[in-house]
């Protein structure tokens, strides 16, 4: 990441949280890249570098909500963490569910962190802030290239 503003890949199907997101991210002091996909089999084809998504930069961090047409956000997870070029890249749940059912599955399947999603503005702004400054200035991430 050095010298590189951060990359984000936001997993999210729901377009309103989408541009929430989007607002609050362009207000950081600093403003991370991000990518945008809309459902978890798009997720896999962006991580993967299939199609489309070829020549893209994997990202630092995925946020990933869980319940998405075609692949879910449970289904990503495990994806990811069977696939050796992709286990290490940390993934923050954010999503409406606060069932303890889905919170567990997650953390069973690998999640960083589980967030449940904001519904007005400033608390997205807060929420934003606060992942931006613990997965960007606090935590050291794993590097793709060692």
């Known amino acids: 990441m050095a010298g590189n503003p951060p990359r984000i890949l936001l997993v999210e199907d729901d377009q309103e949280d ?3 997101i989007r607002k609050a ?3 950081l002091k600093f403003i991370p890249q991000m990518d945008i996909v809309k459902d978890g089999q798009e997720c896999m084809d962006y991580l993967r570098k299939a199609g489309q998504y ?3 930069t994997s990202p630092d961090i995925v946020l990933l909500d869980l319940n998405m047409p075609r692949k879910d956000g449970r289904e990503v997870l ?3 963490r069977a696939d050796q070029r992709l ?3 940390p993934v923050i749940i954010l999503t409406t569910s606060e069932s303890g059912v889905d919170i567990n599955k997650a953390y069973e399947l690998g999640a960083n962190c589980y967030i449940n999603k904001p519904v007005d503005f400033a608390q997205v ?3 934003v802030e606060e ?3 613990f997965w ?4 050291k991430l794993p590097n793709e290239n060692h």
């Open 131 to 133: 992942i931006s400054h």
């Open 54 to 56: 070829a020549a893209v």
């Open 18 to 20: 989408v541009v929430l």
């Open 125 to 127: 702004q807060k929420v």
């Open 25 to 27: 991210i362009q207000e």
């Open 136 to 139: 960007f200035t606090i935590v």
């Open 78 to 80: 495990l994806e990811m």
């Open 87 to 89: 286990k290490k890249i």
